[in-house]
């Protein structure tokens, strides 16, 4: 006959493994809930001060491990640093572990259109079809720490580029962002690239601080970093016959 601690030690990986798989599962009926209920509470309104997100239809998924949200005519608008912006994409989606780092996965495709406001106030319109369209975000208890937007083979009527590149990171030591500008085989009316590339760093980034938690509007970020003597100081520029400060400054 089998001993009682024999059969515990026969059983109990498989009782285990099936605990665990409950638990995970609760976990992520119980994370999908919430974000649901969260983009009903979004559709439409705004996400954070001055920016408003919509969609036509979304569906969520992802399980066991990730929440995965597909979304289709998404939309972004609001105010920007000197006047109004919006994208817009016929397909995006969401992606984002159910555990361990706050990092959220991005990808976009179909059209792309995109409207902004540069520093003078002048307003900008393009549009354009990526091969490939990808992004990320990290947050941490500080608000945003990192954003990196890669997209490949954009072209349209407007321009036409092997590659685009747009990164922030907040450095560790919270007292500057680092920004980062980068178009591989650039083409739009007479401007003819292999490489456009710009980097800066904005001083007295606390000014930001509000905004990358969510708790202030750009512009309100923006004249705040201005006030407190916020600089830009631009290095590596590899922008012949292009502005490099007006290609970021956008963004400040």
């Given at each position: 006959?089998?001993?009682?601690?024999?059969?515990?030690?026969?059983?109990?990986?498989?009782?285990?493994?099936?605990?665990?798989?409950?638990?995970?599962?609760?976990?992520?009926?119980?994370?999908?809930g919430a974000f649901e209920k969260k983009l009903a509470a979004l559709k439409g309104h705004e996400a954070v001060p001055g920016i408003t997100l919509d969609w036509s239809s979304a569906t969520v998924g992802g399980f066991p491990f990730r929440i995965d949200?597909?979304?289709?005519?998404?939309?972004?608008?609001?105010?920007?640093?000197?006047?109004p912006f919006a994208w817009s994409s016929e397909?995006?989606?969401?992606?984002?572990?159910t555990y361990g780092r706050a990092k959220d996965?991005?990808?976009?495709?179909?059209?792309?259109?995109?409207?902004?406001?540069?520093?003078?106030?002048?307003?900008?319109?393009?549009?354009?079809?990526?091969?490939?369209?990808?992004?990320?975000a990290v947050t941490d208890k500080r608000g945003l720490s990192r954003v990196d937007i890669?997209?490949?083979?954009?072209?349209?009527?407007?321009?036409?580029?092997?590659?685009?590149?747009?990164?922030?990171?907040?450095?560790?030591?919270?007292?500057?962002?680092?920004?980062?500008l980068r178009a591989d085989t650039f083409k739009s009316g007479k401007v003819d690239q292999k490489l456009v590339q710009?980097?800066?760093?904005?001083?007295?980034?606390?000014?930001?601080?509000?905004?990358?938690?969510?708790?202030?509007?750009w512009p309100q970020a923006s004249g705040k970093w201005r006030a407190a003597g916020g600089a830009a100081k631009l290095s590596q520029i590899t922008a012949p016959g292009l502005s490099a400060d007006?290609?970021?400054s956008p963004f400040y």
């Open positions: 006959m089998m001993k009682y601690s024999s059969r515990f030690w026969l059983y109990a990986p498989t009782l285990a493994f099936l605990a665990i798989a409950a638990a995970v599962m609760l976990h992520w009926w119980t994370a999908a949200a597909d979304f289709t005519n998404f939309s972004v608008r609001g105010a920007g640093a000197h006047g397909k995006f989606a969401l992606h984002a572990l996965v991005f990808e976009a495709a179909g059209q792309q259109r995109v409207r902004w406001t540069d520093a003078s106030g002048g307003a900008h319109a393009a549009a354009f079809l990526p091969a490939s369209f990808h992004a990320s890669d997209i490949l083979d954009a072209g349209g009527k407007d321009f036409t580029a092997a590659r685009l590149q747009l990164h922030m990171r907040r450095d560790p030591d919270g007292n500057d962002l680092d920004l980062m710009v980097y800066a760093t904005l001083t007295r980034s606390d000014a930001f601080a509000a905004l990358l938690r969510g708790d202030a509007t007006a290609l970021l």
